[in-house]
């Protein structure tokens, strides 16, 4: 099969005509992009596998084109099949990913450098994780508008869990525990606790020329955005699929 190409006729490049005026936030151009390779392992074809009722990926791309201030929004893939749906959903595709950024072993960090190889003029970049399908329009703008005002280089969505790691231990020889974070925290109470938070992994954002840079969106300068937890269900295995289904339809 004949991997496609970028289709010339509908995108050209950073003169594109978009088919919407800029919106921007604060005059800056934000371009999100959204990642997804063809070889997933865990469940294969996981970003075109059906979920609620549609392509995994095309609720990520739905919920971004909802948004107040993102100016572009594009797919880095390298997977002919994944290209044709996320077209059918009217994502643009203005190339397609190379193979080396593709592998097992590659980072989103790599994705996006790749990205802004190839498409320059925007103030910020994102990143939106088809993974996490149930990302709103409230979340993309939310970031922006926090990592904007706050003049963050990056900003990291994130959710307080479940579970405190202050609670957490390994387990050493002889099935014997050790705290993580230390035995003092052991008879706290959950209130007590100082607060945690982890990444949810849905969305990313960095000022275009400081990501270039730094080559990742965590650094001491990174800052969290919070998003509910009704909305952190990260997608990577079968079960994951199930549960998105039955909450959905619920």
Known sequence: MKLLTA?????????????RS??????????????????????????????GGKPLIAWVIEAAKTSAYI????????????????????????????????QDNSSSSDVIVHALSK??????????????????????DGCIKLSITSKAKSTVSVVK????????????????????????????????LPSAY????????AESRWFLENRSFYSEFTIGYEIPKERCLDIDTEFDFKLFDFLIRH
């Open 119 to 140: 498409i320059s003029g925007y103030d910020y970049v994102m990143l939106l994780q088809p993974t996490s399908p149930f990302t709103s329009k409230e979340d993309i």
């Open 7 to 19: 289709n010339t006729e509908k995108y050209s490049g950073d003169n594109l005509i978009l088919r």
């Open 198 to 205: 982890i990444p949810t992994g849905a969305v990313y954002m």
């Open 71 to 102: 100016d572009r929004l594009i797919l880095s893939s390298d997977d002919n099949e994944i290209i044709r749906v996320a077209e059918n959903y009217e994502c643009e595709v203005p190339f397609v990913r190379p193979s080396e950024f593709a």
């Open 161 to 192: 869990p479940d579970k405190s790691p202050y609670w957490m231990f390994e387990m050493g020889k002889n099935n014997r525990l050790k705290s993580i974070m230390g035995s003092r925290y052991l008879n706290c109470r959950r209130q007590d």
């Open 22 to 51: 800029l919106k921007m936030f604060k005059n800056n151009k934000i371009l999100a992009v959204i990642p997804a390779r063809g070889g997933s392992k865990g469940v294969p074809r996981k970003n075109i596998k059906l979920a």
